[in-house]
């Protein structure tokens, strides 16, 4: 990559937004479009200033050493267990069809329930 704006976004990862954010502390009028005028300068014949770029170095040094730190996301679901399996095509439509009769109106209802009933029978000698 010969631009250098493109090549640090790309490089830390850092989203357009939080680039124009940086660019407009120093400069109010910057905007996205102006941002992708830049990263492409060769068609355009913009370039960032030094002053800005060396910024936006700063912050992406400062961004990369934060991104480390970040934890996983926790697991919001409710039903954070997750089971699946492969069918072939003949049995995963009678499966469904089956399902469907027995009066379950999704998989994953009658998934749990026979989770449960093969738990409770496990548990007891």
């Known amino acids: ?25 120093l400069y109010p009028k910057f905007d996205k479009p102006l941002l992708s005028k830049c990263e492409h ?3 355009y014949g913009v370039d960032l200033r ?4 060396s910024a936006l ?14 934890r996983p996301k926790a697991e919001r679901r409710r039903k954070a267990g997750r089971c ?7 049995a995963y439509t009678a499966l469904q069809q089956a399902i469907k009769a027995d009066g379950y109106a999704t998989m994953q209802g009658w998934f749990e329930e026979t989770v449960r009933k093969y ?4 548990e007891k000698p």
Request: charged share 35%.
């Open 84 to 90: 699946y399996v492969r069918l072939e095509e003949s």
């Open 119 to 122: 738990l409770d029978g496990r």
């Open 50 to 53: 030094p002053d800005a770029l």
């Open 57 to 70: 170095k700063e912050y992406a040094g400062a961004h990369a050493a934060a991104e480390g730190q970040k």
């Open 41 to 43: 300068g060769d068609l």
């Open 1 to 25: 990559m010969d631009n250098e704006v493109r090549a640090l976004r790309l490089e830390h990862n850092l989203p357009a937004k939080e680039i124009v954010a940086v660019v407009r502390g």
